[in-house]
Nanobody
């Protein structure tokens, strides 16, 4: 029973910071590349960042490069996303997933964590 539980989101002003967490269970977390995906209102999902299973290689979408940092703690079965210098365009629901993310009926997703960036 795979479970992904995101947390850490909330309202924040432009230029502020948030750190998201995703606690995973039901699979061998340390064996999987992981990612963060976000979905803004009225838009499709957007891949944000990825990290390999060992946590020593990371990738970022151009829109967040230099502002976001992905990391993981395999012992804690937790994925993180540190978000700095937040912009209004970062407003979205953020989800954790494997990398590449898979959207299919048999693939479980968490509830996501809402990030709302305002002035």
């Amino acid at each position: 029973q795979v479970q992904l539980e995101e947390s850490g989101g909330g309202p924040v002003q432009v230029g502020g910071s948030l750190k998201l967490s995703c606690v995973a269970s039901g699979f061998t977390f340390g064996n999987f590349d992981m990612s963060w995906v976000r979905q803004a209102p009225g838009k499709g999902p957007e891949w944000v960042s990825g990290i390999n299973s060992d946590g020593d290689r990371t990738k970022y979408a151009e829109s967040v490069k230099g502002r976001f940092t992905i990391s993981r703690d395999n012992a804690k079965r937790t994925l993180y996303l540190q978000m700095d210098s937040l912009k209004s365009d970062d407003t979205a629901v953020y989800y954790c997933a494997t990398d590449p993310p898979v959207i299919a009926p048999n693939v479980p997703w968490g509830q996501g964590s809402q990030v709302t960036v305002s002035s």
